[in-house]
Nanobody
């Protein structure tokens, strides 16, 4: 059974940092592209960042470039999102996903709240 689970969310002041983790089990982790989406209250879910299977390529939405860093440790079946210089507009539920050419798995989400 495949499981994808986020952790590391919380409440932080503007300008602060958080590191989210996404642990996956029941799949061949290194065969999946991984990434993060987020959904703020009253808004649609939006893409945040993605990382290739090897970790050699990363992609970000413009609004987080230079502040967020996505990484993965294939030996630990875990992906990370280091979030620095957080802004109130980063407040959202953050979801991780794993995808290959045939399927996609999602976590349940972790709440990130940035106070001004």
């Amino acid at each position: 059974q495949v499981q994808v689970a986020e952790s590391g969310g919380g409440l932080v002041q503007a300008g602060g940092s958080l590191r989210l983790s996404c642990a996956a089990s029941g799949l061949t982790f290194g065969s999946y592209t991984m990434g993060w989406f987020r959904q703020a209250p009253g808004k649609e879910r939006e893409f945040v960042a993605a990382i290739s299977r090897s970790g050699g390529s990363t992609y970000y939405v413009d609004s987080v470039k230079g502040r967020f860093t996505i990484s993965r440790d294939n030996a630990k079946n875990t992906m990370y999102l280091q979030m620095n210089s957080l802004k109130p507009e980063d407040t959202a539920i953050y979801y991780c996903y794993a995808t290959n050419s045939m399927t996609q798995y999602w976590g349940q989400g972790t709440q990130v709240t940035v106070s001004s």
